[in-house]
């Protein structure tokens, strides 16, 4: 693959419909979006969900034969951004309940958040040591006094719209209602037969990664 990503997109696009021109653009848009978190993550899966969400190709479209310049320009960005480092697939042991997020979209997300939350943790206690300062990433609030130290707020200002979005949906009532989904007062998320979906917390933890008033 000799073109860059934006050149090959826009070659893509050239002798084609408007509907698939679209189409590449939102899945050029989230492969950028991967690449400015700096993901590496550009599997036909990953990128398949989050366009989904972002109401772009689904995965089945860019694996059939009429997906093969989606599936061109997933592959570009996957070989120009080789290099990085990807993220894992790994849960730590006090984050296992990761794994009980049935929706494979949502449960990346909130893997990608812990991954990144970590990553920035560890970039703020290298540089406390290296520099011996008091580095005070907290936002702040209009009134001028800090948001609060929760590690969660802090990386809220990372998350993307796409992000924020699939996050909101999932613990709407709308979203909740179109699935036979309810909710109770511990958080604990259940299907129309009483089975549970997402344990108790669930979402009192989302609404916190959207820095969310409960």
């Not at 689904?58 to 592959?75: D, P, S, V």
């Not at 042991?93 to 997020?101: A, L, R, T, Y």
């Not at 998350?159 to 949906?169: G, I, Q």
Request: glycine share 6%.
């Amino acid at each position: 693959m000799t073109d860059e990503p934006s050149e090959l997109c826009e070659k893509l696009k050239q002798n084609t419909s408007s509907r698939t021109a679209k189409s590449l653009d939102i899945i050029h848009q989230i492969c950028t979006e991967q690449a400015e978190r700096g993901s590496t993550d550009f599997s036909i899966a990953t990128i398949g969900l989050l366009s989904e969400a972002a109401l772009g190709p689904k995965t089945q479209t860019i694996r059939n034969k009429t997906g093969e310049k989606y599936r061109a320009l997933i592959q570009s960005w996957a070989e120009f951004k080789k290099p990085l480092k990807v993220i894992s697939g790994k849960v730590r042991e006090k984050d296992s309940w990761v794994n009980d997020i049935a929706e494979p979209r949502i449960k990346w997300l909130v893997m990608d958040l812990l991954a990144q939350n970590s990553k920035l943790k560890g970039q703020l206690q290298l540089a406390k040591e290296q520099a011996n300062v008091h580095i005070d990433l907290r936002p702040v609030a209009k009134n001028g006094n800090s948001a609060g130290s929760d590690p969660l707020k802090l990386f809220n200002a990372e998350l993307l719209s796409s992000e924020r979005e699939a996050l909101e949906r999932a613990i709407s009532l709308e979203g909740q209602r179109k699935h036979g989904w309810s909710t109770d007062e511990r958080g604990r998320v259940r299907d129309k037969d009483g089975n549970e979906i997402f344990q108790v917390g669930f979402i009192s933890a989302v609404r916190k990664i959207l820095s969310l008033k409960v």
